[in-house]
């Protein structure tokens, strides 16, 4: 009798071990659910850690020189309001207030130059393979990496060593997974 009240016991435990695997199995799709959760996060997760880092390496070495110069905003508020900029030794301020824009003509003779400038330096510059598209027009160098960004950088006199001055950046976003979506 011993023999078979522990054998019922054994039996018992294997039962409650099976019923808990059983109803354990029944869940398994809502654990996949969360796993599957999981990885989509962690992989945006390391998508942006990516981008950032190569965002943050590309303002390291290769924008140094292309940034917007600080431009004296308060000297400008007087100049606007005043009318007059009184804050310039005399010489410069006749100089400086004497100056009239280029005629559509002048621009039509200058803008040939300029371009051939910027394709001296575009050509005499070691871009990034990344960049697929470098369009120079009016003035303006445009590069584009596919579907990440586009930028247009210019300069501001012909001496091939002066730096660039970025004027515009257009970032492109869109979810690797759905190419479709923007």
């Known amino acids: 009798k011993i023999e078979l009240i522990k054998f019922a016991c054994r039996v018992r ?16 799709g809502k654990v996949t659910a969360c ?28 924008l140094l020189e292309a940034r917007v110069p600080s431009f004296p905003v308060t000297d400008a508020i007087d100049a606007m309001t005043l009318g007059s900029v009184n804050f310039l030794p005399k010489r410069i ?12 003509s002048e621009r039509q003779k200058i803008l040939p130059r300029l371009q051939q400038i910027l394709t001296a330096r575009i050509s005499t510059s070691e871009l990034p393979m990344q960049f697929t598209t470098v369009i120079i027009k009016n003035g303006l ?5 596919d579907r990440e960004f586009e930028v247009k950088l210019g300069i501001t006199n012909d001496n091939l060593s002066s730096p660039w001055r970025l004027y515009q950046t257009k970032l492109f976003l869109q979810d690797p997974e759905e190419p479709g979506k923007k």
């Open 93 to 104: 301020a006749e100089v400086a207030t004497s100056f009239t824009p280029a005629t559509e």
């Open 13 to 28: 435990q294997l039962f409650i071990r099976i019923l808990a695997v059983v109803k354990w199995a029944a869940t398994t």
């Open 141 to 145: 160098v445009t590069l584009t990496v």
């Open 35 to 62: 796993e599957d959760i999981q990885n989509f996060l962690e992989l945006r997760a390391r998508l942006i850690r990516e981008t950032s880092d190569s965002l943050a390496q590309l303002a390291r070495e290769k």
